[in-house]
């Protein structure tokens, strides 16, 4: 069950990537002559509105093969208004964002169903007050209930370590205990910590943390499309970081993971419950937006830089080097591909 839950989710984030790009061609007039999820030998195709639309034997991703556009052919020409090739190069470019796109509004509108749903949280529940920290010196204690900082009301816990990140000098603090609601006055102080990476770093911290209450938020549709704004564009941020500190070695290689842990994921999440599913599914999506645009020939990111290059320099690249370029895209995805899948295969054996 867990392989096609994760076939069915994987078939369904291709689709709307490849729909991105489809839509947008169309827009513009080009034909598309395939629309496939797939891979390799075609296993099920329907001819409907001039495009051929297929299942193919591989499901790890899919493409849509338009008129006048070829990988294998860059310098392909065909003649007539509804060919790739003869579209202007921000035409192009618009095409070939629109499919990273489509994924980021995908996450957006499961972000919202979530919310609307009924979210899980942490409780702003106190439950850790570190000896001699600000907090203790002002005496918080354990099983508090923080509602609400200086003038900002407070729904979970994560709103509270940002809220003190980003603020300045002394905080009022609204305390729920024992049915009676208390203020106090704290002063954060800078303190060493880590980020999600691993890394070192200096914040302004009260020396508290949470107890394990989960609570349901029960958000407005204003809110909602808030919280599904802010959690889309906040995963965007993690996973451009996160490829970053690949880059620069912060994150380890063997951190890596490839098609088997994508599917343990999704598999672990679909037996615990439609939100945990719905939130693996959307973060996924956000992952296949911000990969796609990476400056990588073979991705949409390599693309759009190539026709970047047309604008600036008046000019296409020459076919040898867009051939070159891509071939060593598609050696880099290879490299990736086969390097996740040798850390999947060695975590299963330990």
């Known amino acids: 069950m867990g392989t096609i839950t994760f076939l069915l989710v994987l078939s369904f984030l291709v689709f709307f990537h490849e729909l991105g790009h489809f839509l947008a061609a169309r827009y513009f007039g080009i034909k598309v002559e395939v629309f496939s999820i797939g891979f390799g030998k075609k296993l099920y195709s329907k001819q409907w509105m001039g ?8 499901p ?17 020409v065909e003649a ?52 001699n920290s600000p907090a203790a010196k002002a005496g918080l204690k354990v099983n508090d209930e ?57 914040k302004r911290m009260i020396g508290i943390a949470p107890a394990p209450k989960i609570v349901k938020l029960n958000l407005s549709p204003i809110e909602a499309l808030g919280f599904a704004y802010d959690t889309t564009v906040e ?3 993690m996973i451009f970081k996160g490829v970053q500190k690949l880059i620069q070695g912060v994150i380890p290689s063997s951190e890596v993971g490839g098609v088997i842990t994508i599917g343990k994921v999704i598999s672990d999440a679909s037996q615990s419950s439609i939100i945990a599913l719905l939130t693996i599914t959307a973060l996924i999506s956000v992952n296949l937006g911000v990969l796609n645009l ?8 390599g693309h759009i830089m190539f026709n970047l290059y047309e604008i600036i320099a008046r000019r296409k690249p020459s076919d040898k080097v867009f051939m070159y370029l891509t071939v060593v895209g598609w050696v880099i995805l290879g490299s990736l591909m086969l390097l996740g899948i040798y850390n999947d295969i060695s975590r299963l054996l330990k």
Request: hydrophobic share 45%; proline share 5%.
């Open 51 to 58: 495009t051929s639309w297929q299942f193919a034997l591989i």
């Open 60 to 76: 790890l991703g899919g493409y849509v093969k338009m008129k006048g556009q070829d990988d294998t052919k860059p310098g392909l």
């Open 80 to 131: 007539g208004n509804d060919s790739y090739n003869n579209k202007k190069p921000w035409q192009r470019i618009i095409i070939l964002f629109a499919g990273p796109f489509a994924n980021f509004v995908l996450a957006a509108i499961l972000y919202f169903t979530i919310a609307m749903i009924g979210a899980n949280a942490l409780s702003p529940t106190i439950g850790q007050v570190v000896a």
């Open 146 to 202: 923080i509602l609400r900082i200086n003038n900002t009301d407070v729904k979970q816990w994560n709103e509270v370590g940002k809220y003190i990140v980003q603020s300045k000098g002394a905080l009022q603090f609204y305390i729920k205990r024992d049915g009676a609601v208390i203020t106090r006055i704290i002063n954060p102080h800078i303190s060493d910590s880590e980020n999600i990476f691993k890394e070192k770093i200096k």
């Open 235 to 237: 995963s965007s941020k």
């Open 294 to 301: 990476l400056p990588i020939p073979a991705l949409d990111g």
